[in-house]
Nanobody
Framework: QVQLVESGGGSVQAGGSLRLSCATSGYTYSTPYMGWFRQAPGKEREGVAAIDSDGSTAYADSVKGRFTISKDNAKNTLYLQMNSLKPEDTAMYYC???????????????WGQGTQVTVSS
């Protein structure tokens, strides 16, 4: 089993920044592929950023150049640095992990409980 716990969400004004963290525990060696997803009310869950076992990354077009995904293997923690935030970035953000490289597809096997990000104009 793998446990994921997100933190770092909050309310910011447009143009501001937040850094989300996802602390992982359990059999983390078995789930080297990780991603960040978000879901706004009434919308489907969408992939935001993903990172594979070698550190290669993928981003949704809507966040390219503004968001950066990274991970600290020593701390078993995944991060999402979010800059130049926009009101349309408002959503619940989830981290996910799996042994399969799903990239930005919401097919990951393990999920956190989410952290809310609200961006006001």
């Amino acid at each position: 089993q793998v446990q994921l716990v997100e933190s770092g969400g909050g309310s910011v004004q447009a143009g501001g920044s937040l850094r989300l963290s996802c602390a992982t525990s359990g059999y983390t060696y078995s789930t080297p592929y990780m991603g960040w997803f978000r879901q706004a009310p009434g919308k489907e869950r969408e992939g935001v950023a993903a990172i594979d076992s070698d550190g290669s990354t993928a981003y949704a077009d809507s966040v390219k150049g503004r968001f950066t995904i990274s991970k600290d293997n020593a701390k078993n923690t995944l991060y999402l640095q979010m800059n130049s935030l926009k009101p349309e970035d408002t959503a619940m953000y989830y981290c996910a992990a799996d042994r399969t490289w799903w990239v930005l597809l919401p097919e990951y096997n393990y999920w956190g409980q989410g952290t809310q990000v609200t961006v006001s104009s």
